[in-house]
């Protein structure tokens, strides 16, 4: 006790000492407390007894649930089962094109949530180019199966990231060591090769199974009348107005993606299997019969030309007069989207704020919890992963519960669509810092603080130029995502303050899908400006989607 006791005064010691760190701390701790924790109580405390009962004898609204859950399994599944193919055949076969393969799995991350959704509907719907003008027949894509094949196609990089990251540490010792032992390939791969990428799959599949639950475009553009939570909670507010029934259904769909995000990080903590002992081996990974080979390259050939269709198809419908009825070229989608709105202006500029604003707290917030001991820091590093876990819907409807009215009365403007991107992005521009931080030898700052610098100055000074890269990486990651978003900023945007992916939505419910496709191709091409802009930067010092 008394050793405890004497740790907590010294945590608390530097407090006193440096007063501008200090109040660096306590800056980001009220952001993080007002702008994260505050929407979701606002959230949790709407709902009352009635609407809790109403919840739960409504069938609509237990049909929505099962709907959610029915789709994080069955997407998860198999956007899962692809990106272990997709992984496995680019880390371990010996194949032909895999800078293609690779550059085509990054088009889904970069692209807005919906486009999959989207070109689904230009592909195989009532006009689709496949069904209706190849092969004339009348397809009806709305629904689960729908949505399914739009989420598998949307979330299985994710997916390939994750088990490519696991697959690459696995040291070929273990493996070629059962080979000698005359073990056969397959009694290796299930009994070496899977368990020992099982806390990088479990991982993967919890990440995934969070971001189908919450997501919201495929479902508003596929769904038809399969309704999942994030809709029913949409349209709780947009038809019916009520806001408190919406935030219990959020409730509802914060409580499997909160478990899903405890059960990653206890995975993670309790399954850990160490197969790098930092002494290299020599040895290659053992080459795969060519039959397999060839059948893994066949699996990725169908599944990047299936997701280069879908953005050939968003390139086409840009240029195409009326999708399915008058199939000449014009520019006239563009001038309508580029120049007679606003919409791709104010992603851009709102994306470019919310990423100085994430990058600086996500570093800043990285150097606390990693380097300064007060109490608590644990919470502190929870507040600013928390995002990590949040649907879209509930934080939009929590910005509109906490903000609607003084002392923060951010409804209506900038600031508040600035603030809700900025926060779904914090937890990446965070870790960024964080894996950055570890890279950095503790003693180059003590060397600093033995010369008679401040913490506050050695940070400026020393540890920022060295996080630079970190800073760089998480400023690109959330302007990519940020004018891509959409659950978080559909309640948020007003006239003159919309946003592109609002406006693609909007257009493609009311049948432009000229113009749905025009803007959407240029989220895209404003997105791959700015990864090119991250390799231009910083090179390959910072990995982002795999670059």
Not at 119 to 137: P, Q
Not at 212 to 221: E, K, Q, S, T, Y
Request: aromatic share 12%; net charge positive; glycine share 8%.
């Amino acid at each position: 006790m008394l050793a405890v006791a004497r740790a907590q005064v010294r945590d608390v010691r530097w407090l006193v000492r440096e007063p501008a760190l200090f109040a660096v701390l306590l800056a980001v701790a009220a952001f993080l407390l007002v702008f994260v924790l505050l929407p979701v109580i606002r959230v949790l405390a709407v709902p009352s007894v009635e609407h809790w009962m109403q919840y739960l004898q409504r069938g609509a609204f237990i049909k929505a649930t099962r709907n959610s859950l029915l789709m994080a399994v069955l997407s998860t599944t198999s956007a899962m089962s692809v990106g272990f193919l997709y992984a496995y055949a680019l880390v371990r076969a010996d194949i032909p094109g895999k800078p293609l393969f690779r550059t085509v799995a990054l088009l889904p991350l970069v692209s807005p949530p919906f486009v999959t959704g989207l070109a689904t509907i230009l592909l195989f719907g009532r006009r689709g180019l496949v069904t209706h003008r190849l092969l004339g027949l009348t397809f009806d894509p709305y629904g689960w199966h729908g949505l399914w094949f739009a989420q598998t196609l949307a979330f299985f990089p994710l997916a390939y990231l994750g088990v490519a990251g696991v697959l690459r540490s696995i040291s070929p010792s273990l493996e070629m060591a059962a080979h000698n032992l005359g073990a056969r390939r397959w009694a290796v791969f299930r009994t070496i090769t899977v368990p020992l990428a099982a806390p990088g799959i479990a991982s993967a599949a919890l990440l995934v199974s969070i971001l189908i639950l919450a997501d919201f475009g495929n479902p508003m553009v596929l769904g038809g009348s399969f309704y999942v939570l994030a809709t029913e909670a949409y349209l709780q507010i947009i038809g019916r107005y009520n806001t408190e029934m919406a935030a219990a259904l959020c409730t509802v769909l914060l409580v499997p993606a909160l478990g899903f995000f405890l059960a990653q990080r206890y995975w993670l903590g309790r399954r850990a299997y160490v197969t790098v002992t930092g002494q290299p081996t020599g040895l290659e990974q053992r080459r795969l019969p060519p039959a397999v080979r060839w059948a893994l390259f066949g699996g990725c050939l169908v599944v990047a030309m299936v997701v280069a269709s879908i953005y050939l198809v968003i390139a086409v419908g840009a240029f195409t007069r009326i999708w399915g009825v008058d199939w000449s070229l014009t520019l006239g989608n563009f001038a309508y989207t580029l120049f007679r709105q606003r919409d791709l202006y104010n992603s851009v500029r709102f994306g470019l704020m919310a990423a100085l604003l994430a990058a600086a707290v996500a570093t800043v917030a990285a150097y606390l919890t990693q380097r300064k001991s007060f109490p608590g820091r644990g919470a502190l590093d929870f507040l600013t992963l928390l995002p990590m876990v949040l649907p879209g819907t509930l934080v939009g409807i929590g910005f509109v519960l906490a903000f609607n009215q003084p002392p923060l009365e951010l409804a209506g403007t900038a600031t508040i669509i600035v603030m809700a991107m900025a926060i779904r992005t914090l937890p990446v521009g965070y870790r960024l810092a964080v894996v950055s931080l570890h890279q950095i030898e503790p003693s180059i700052e003590w060397a600093s603080r033995n010369l008679g610098a401040s913490s506050l100055r050695t940070f400026a000074r020393i540890m920022l130029p060295l996080l630079k890269y970190a800073f760089v990486g998480g400023f690109i990651y959330t302007f990519v995502k940020s004018i891509n978003t959409l659950s978080a900023v559909i309640f948020l945007v007003t006239p003159g303050k919309a946003v592109a992916s609002a406006s693609i939505l909007g257009l493609a419910e009311q049948g432009y899908w000229g113009q749905a496709t025009a803007l959407a191709f240029s989220l895209i091409v404003v997105a791959l400006l700015g990864l090119g802009l991250l390799r231009l930067v910083v090179g390959r010092r910072v990995q982002l989607f795999d670059l």
